[in-house]
Each structure stands twice: as structure tokens, then as C-alpha cells.
Antibody, heavy 116, light 108 residues
């Protein structure tokens, strides 16, 4: 079945780095844009970044520009989010989601906690 | 930057109709998408492109969009519809996604 599975979450100190992965299955991964969307505890959804199907277009939330990098490996059906210089306000559940204009499939989320 | 405004909460009795609004400047010119999120779960798409429903979403869920307000309507509300609902657009600048703040639907 169509599925997205995130991994790589955890507890990290401010200023450190973390890389999230999102493994896709059940659809032709290389045909679709992919997004990262986050949700701080008890808060609403916040879009983070998007990458086009071929990796040529990438857009970011202003507050993560220069710190986060979205990428993909279509040969491995995997999406990534490299997060550097993490801040306490980056603490959230991070979801990967399939689509470009809207998101018809979401992963279950990976929890990232930034704390000293 | 473009802002989508949703009421924080909406309450409705079982069997009645719930309407959740999403206000934005000339939002009628945008394609609006809606998501349902139950506690501890990932969001689920319930309406896309203003009015379309993904397969598996009950016909009780419908959407409309005109002027400065988009609306998600849930007819014959059931206990299982209790959730947070978010509207979303692809920003007109073409380089970002925007979510509304979310509405908690309570079934009385």
C-alpha cells in the first residue's frame, strides 16, 4: 500500500544537527513532489520545505533557510531533511507528505526535540 | 505574507451540520485544501481543490470557496468527526505553502 515512513528523530542539543529520512513505498516516488511539514507540541501545522519530483526546485520556510536542506534519492525512494544549527523552537513532530499543491499521503511523523 | 484565519473552535450536536471557515484575502482565487487531524495521528486530506473529495472520504464532507472565505461543511456530524481541521493553500508567490491556524471541532 501507499506508505511514507519517517525516521531519524530524537533529542539533540541546540546548535547541533540531525537528519530525517522518509522512506516511500507503493507509488512511483520519482513522479511526485514531496514536502516536510512540522507541528510543535500542542500547535498547528507549519510547512517547512518542498522539493520537486526531480530535485531541481526547492523552497523553504523563511525561518529555516540556510539551516535546513531538503533532498531526495529517487533510486532509493527516500526523502531527506538535513537540519543544522537546531534551535529550541525547531522542536516538533516532522511529517513528510506526498504531493505538490496538496498532500494526499502523510507519514506518521518523527519527533525532534531540541533541548539542552 | 498571506494569512489564513480559522475560528479556534466550532461545536455542533450529532446529526447537525458543521461549517468551518477559512478567511483570506481573495481566497476565492486560490485552490483550498482541507485536512482532518485526530489526536495522536497524522493529518488526512478530506477536501482538495476547493470541492473535490479523495476516495474513501464520506460525501458528508464538502467544500466551497468564494470571495474572501472558504468553507468546509460536514453534514450529519458523527462523534468520529471530532478532530482538528486545517485549511491550506499554495501561496500565490509560488514558493511556499500556507496553513490556517486550525479549528477544533467538538461534537456535543
Amino acid at each position: 500500500q501507499v506508505q511514507l515512513v519517517e525516521s531519524g528523530g530524537g533529542v539533540v542539543q541546540p546548535g547541533r544537527s540531525l537528519r530525517l529520512s522518509c522512506a516511500a513505498s507503493g507509488f512511483i516516488f520519482s513522479n511526485y513532489g514531496m514536502h516536510w511539514i512540522r507541528q510543535a507540541p500542542g500547535k498547528g501545522l507549519e510547512w517547512v520545505a518542498v522539493i520537486s519530483h526531480d530535485g531541481n526546485k526547492k523552497y523553504y520556510l523563511d525561518s529555516v533557510k540556510g539551516r535546513f536542506t531538503i533532498s531526495r534519492d529517487n533510486s532509493k525512494n527516500t526523502l531527506y531533511l538535513q537540519m543544522n544549527s537546531l534551535r529550541t523552537d525547531d522542536t516538533a513532530a516532522y511529517y513528510c507528505a506526498k504531493g505538490w499543491f496538496y498532500f494526499d499521503i502523510w507519514g506518521q511523523g518523527a519527533l525532534v526535540t531540541v533541548s539542552s | 505574507s498571506y494569512v489564513l484565519t480559522q475560528p479556534p473552535s466550532v461545536s455542533v450536536a450529532p446529526g447537525q451540520t458543521a461549517r468551518i471557515t477559512c478567511a483570506g484575502n481573495n481566497i476565492g482565487r486560490e485552490n483550498v485544501h482541507w485536512y482532518q487531524q485526530k489526536p495522536g495521528q497524522a493529518p488526512v486530506l478530506v477536501v482538495y481543490d476547493d470541492t473535490d473529495r479523495p476516495s474513501g472520504v464520506p460525501e458528508r464532507f464538502s467544500g466551497s470557496n468564494s470571495g474572501n472565505v472558504a468553507t468546509l461543511t460536514i453534514s450529519r456530524v458523527e462523534d468520529g468527526d471530532e478532530a482538528d481541521y486545517y485549511c491550506q493553500v499554495w501561496g500565490s508567490s509560488g514558493d511556499r505553502v500556507i496553513f490556517g491556524g486550525g479549528t477544533k471541532l467538538t461534537v456535543l
